[in-house]
């Protein structure tokens, strides 16, 4: 499977110095980084945490990037 990520020029470059002084390609370390990220444990939620989850009903489409974006204007 092939995926598509948008990422800034300055970061793809850094990326890619980095990969080949690792004699590696940018897609393996890619790779490799996300099966490390899957293979950690997800720690449990905090009991207040876990209590809060889901109390929110929003409505369809809401987006809350908008909306941050717009309060912070």
Same mark, same amino acid.
């Given at each position: 499977?092939?995926?598509?990520?948008?990422?800034?020029?300055?970061?793809?470059?850094?990326?890619?110095?980095?990969?080949?002084?690792? /004699?590696?390609?940018?897609?393996?370390?890619?790779?490799?980084?996300?099966?490390?990220?899957?293979?950690? *444990?997800?720690? *449990? +939620?905090? *009991?207040?945490?876990?209590?809060?989850? /889901?109390?929110?009903? +929003?409505?369809? /489409?809401?987006?809350?990037?908008?909306?941050?974006?717009?309060?912070?204007?």
């Amino acid at each position: 499977m092939s995926i598509t990520l948008e990422l800034s020029d300055e970061v793809t470059q850094q990326a890619e110095q980095y990969a080949r002084q690792q /004699g590696r390609s940018l897609a393996a370390l890619v790779e490799e980084y996300l099966r490390q990220l899957a293979a950690k *444990p997800v720690p *449990p +939620l905090a *009991p207040a945490v876990q209590e809060l989850y /889901g109390i929110l009903d +929003l409505p369809a /489409g809401f987006d809350y990037k908008t909306q941050r974006d717009e309060r912070a204007s």
